[in-house]
Each structure stands twice: as C-alpha cells, then as structure tokens.
C-alpha cells in the first residue's frame, strides 16, 4: 500500500506560480511512477504530468507543457509539480497517483485526497 497526500494548492491570480507537493508513505516509493490529474467542475479527470521511478521519463499535457514542471526526491518520498504562468483554466482539484509502470491514462493504483488551485481572472 501507498499512501499519498497532496498539498500546496491556493487561490492565485492569472501568471502566478504554484507549488503543489506529493509525499508518500507505505511501500517503496521509488518503485513507482507518479502522475498528476486534475478535474475541474463538470469536467472529467485529465492528466496533467507523469514522471517514472527515477525520473528519467516524464511526460506533459499539452495544455501544461512550457508551463509546469514535475520532479521528484525519492530520499524525501515527495514529487513536486511546479506550476508557472496559471491560467483560469487551470482551476481544478490536483491529484497524485502513484502506480508500477509510467502511463498517461488514470489507471492508477494509489490516489491522494486533492488539493484545490483557482487561478483568478
């Protein structure tokens, strides 16, 4: 079992910055790849950003590339995403998801709780 829990999210104004972190506890971190999602009310669940155990794959949404950066430490059990130039439409819940094997599609195994972003207009 993993356990994650994100934090980091806020309230910001368009072109402001976020931070959101992910810290895991249970089994090996370092075995799994980590993604982020977010959904946004009335919308379904999209990716955002995916990075493989060790971090040498990583893969980006369209809508986030250029702007957002995932990275990890395993030695702290913790994946950041780094968010950059926020958009309105980037308001939504984060998650982080944890699973064996990188992928962009939300067939995960482990899940956080969320933590919400609004960017202001």
């Known amino acids: 079992q993993v356990q994650l829990v994100e934090s980091g999210g806020g309230l910001v104004q368009t072109g402001g910055s976020l931070r959101l972190s992910c810290v895991a506890s249970g089994r090996a971190f370092s075995d799994y790849a980590v993604a982020w999602f977010r959904q946004a009310p009335g919308k379904e669940r999209e990716f955002v950003a995916v990075?493989?155990?060790?971090?040498?794959?990583?893969f980006y949404s369209d809508s986030v590339r250029g702007r957002f950066t995932i990275s990890r430490v395993n030695a702290k059990n913790t994946v950041s995403l780094q968010m950059n130039s926020l958009k309105p439409e980037d308001t939504a819940v984060y998650y982080c998801a944890a699973r064996r094997g990188i992928a962009v599609d939300d067939g995960y195994d482990y899940w956080g709780q969320g933590t919400q972003v609004t960017v202001s207009s």
């Open positions: 990075i493989s155990w060790g971090g040498a794959s990583i």
